[in-house]
């Protein structure tokens, strides 16, 4: 090999280290944020999982209840040699129906499960995605083509979605703990009040501080062209509360 082509190939060496670090930085930052993802999803949905065991019994009938219920009428209408008032409980029995707060809770924790273990899933899916990005550059691919290689998947991320998609996914999480909270303030307040009412404030402060963090990144402009006197030259740090959420109601 002469002196020509080995500096030849060292240039595409450089020009190829260019692009793989870029995708790599690109790829960690993908791959952290969802192994973080993951962490808190399956923490969250055994918890979830724990109180769903409990509450979705208040959309049965109680089995027990009914029975000794059942029984003691038998043994009433035995007494008093009829048996219309046992027929009347069995009747009553099969037409129970749940309380509309159980059904509003059961069907808010459910679909906060369905979101969270959703978002592991599409988590895992798009961790997949990432290997495969990055598997031309430790596959020994011919050095004058793994910068075009390289680039060609990169464009390929933006044109199908993919950077959306990882966005989206602390998103669905953000829903998923939505629903869970709503469902726990319905459930805490049909239970007691007494107990409901610090929860729900607390609840509603958080809330709170995430809708104000997602708009502020939005209003800011405004509210510095409001704020301020109009011949003011002095530049205005800006709003560091960027996140996903806020990106999307930018736009």
């Given at each position: ?201 607390v609840i509603s402060l958080i809330f709170i501080f995430i809708f104000l963090t997602t708009l ?36």
């Amino acid at each position: 090999m002469d002196k020509t082509e080995t500096e030849n190939n060292k240039h595409w060496k450089s020009v190829a280290d260019y692009f793989i670090n870029k995708e790599k930085v690109k790829a960690e930052a993908w791959k952290d944020e969802v192994q973080n993802l993951l962490v808190f999803s399956g923490l969250f949905s055994a918890v979830l999982t724990a109180l769903l065991v409990e509450s979705y019994k208040s959309l049965q009938p109680d089995t027990k209840e009914a029975l000794l219920f059942q029984l003691v009428t038998h043994l009433t209408s035995s007494a008093n040699s009829t048996g219309s008032s046992a027929h009347a409980v069995i009747e009553q029995t099969n037409t129970f129906t749940p309380s509309a707060s159980s059904k509003r809770v059961n069907t808010l924790w459910f679909l906060s499960l369905v979101l969270s273990l959703g978002t592991a899933l599409v988590g895992i899916t798009a961790q997949q995605w990432l290997r495969e990005h990055l598997r031309p550059a430790v596959e020994g691919v011919n050095l004058h083509h793994l910068p075009a290689l390289i680039y060609m998947q990169s464009e390929a991320l933006d044109r199908f979605y993919v950077p959306q998609i990882f966005a989206a996914l602390p998103l669905l999480l953000i829903t998923s703990l939505i629903f869970f909270f709503v469902g726990m303030m319905d459930f805490l307040w049909d239970l007691n009040h007494h107990v409901a009412i610090p929860i729900i404030v607390v609840i509603s402060l958080i809330f709170i501080f995430i809708f104000l963090t997602t708009l502020l990144p939005g209003l800011q402009p405004y509210l510095v062209h409001l704020s301020s006197p109009r011949k003011s030259s002095t530049p205005r740090a800006p709003c560091p509360y960027k996140s996903p959420q806020s990106w999307v109601f930018l736009e």
